[in-house]
């Protein structure tokens, strides 16, 4: 239940600097995060919860950064990955990578 609340408050606050960056000129997306790591019952439900979530935001993605997730919370979210285009499977190292560069590189 933390890891939702937290990306709920992620996705709030990406909504809003969508809109400042907007409001300045520029066009951008963004992003929910959402943290793997150990094993995550889950994982579907969260990930189909805020891909319906984020239908209502323009330029959205879902990245499900891994921290250390185990194989079957992996698989899960290789296959969620697989099926929904906004959601973006990520080492957590790489997370920074990808939200410097603005984009999820899926279309």
Request: net charge positive.
């Amino acid at each position: 239940m933390k890891y939702l609340m937290a990306a709920v408050l992620l996705l709030a606050v990406a909504g809003a600097w969508n809109a400042l960056l907007r409001a300045g000129g520029r066009e951008t997306g963004a992003f929910v995060v959402l943290p793997l790591a150990g094993h995550m019952e889950d994982i579907e439900w969260r990930v189909r919860e805020l891909a319906r979530e984020s239908r209502k935001m323009r330029g959205k993605g879902i990245l499900l950064a891994d921290f250390g997730a185990d194989g079957e919370t992996l698989e899960i979210a290789r296959r969620l990955a697989e099926d929904f285009p906004a959601v973006e499977l990520v080492e957590g190292r790489r997370l920074a990578e990808k939200l410097s560069a603005g984009t999820t590189g899926k279309r």
